[in-house]
C-alpha cells in the first residue's frame, strides 16, 4: 500500500468522511493511489455515503464499472466495485 493510501485511510476512518480536495492534496503530496487502492476508497465513502442516505455518483460508477472488466473476480478490489455497481444500478 502506498503511503497515500495510509493517510487517506487513516483520515477517512477519523473523519468518516472525504472530500475530493483532500484525496487530490494528500495524492499531490505523497504520490498518486494505485488504481485498487483508488477504488478502495470509492466503495469505502460509497459504503459511509449510503448509510447516511446519500447517492453513488456516475463518476464512481463508471469507475467501478471499468474495475469490475480488469480486477480479477472474488479479489477486494472486484467486490467492492461490484457493491457500488450494485448499489448504483438499483437506485437508478
Known amino acids: 500500500m502506498t503511503e497515500a493510501f495510509d493517510t487517506l485511510k487513516q483520515r477517512l476512518e477519523t473523519q468518516d468522511t472525504l472530500s475530493d480536495e ?3 492534496q494528500v495524492e499531490s ?3 498518486p493511489l494505485t488504481d ?6 470509492s466503495a469505502e465513502l460509497h459504503d459511509r455515503m449510503d448509510r447516511q ?3 453513488i455518483t456516475v463518476e464512481q460508477y463508471l469507475a467501478a464499472s471499468q474495475a ?3 480486477a480479477e ?3 477486494p478490489e472486484y467486490e467492492a466495485a461490484q457493491r457500488i455497481v450494485d448499489a ?5
Open 53 to 55: 442516505g446519500e447517492a
Open 22 to 24: 483532500e484525496i487530490a
Open 73 to 75: 473476480p472474488g479479489s
Open 88 to 92: 448504483f444500478e438499483s437506485a437508478a
Open 29 to 31: 503530496e505523497l504520490g
Open 36 to 41: 485498487e487502492e483508488r477504488l478502495w476508497i
Open 68 to 70: 469490475l472488466e480488469t
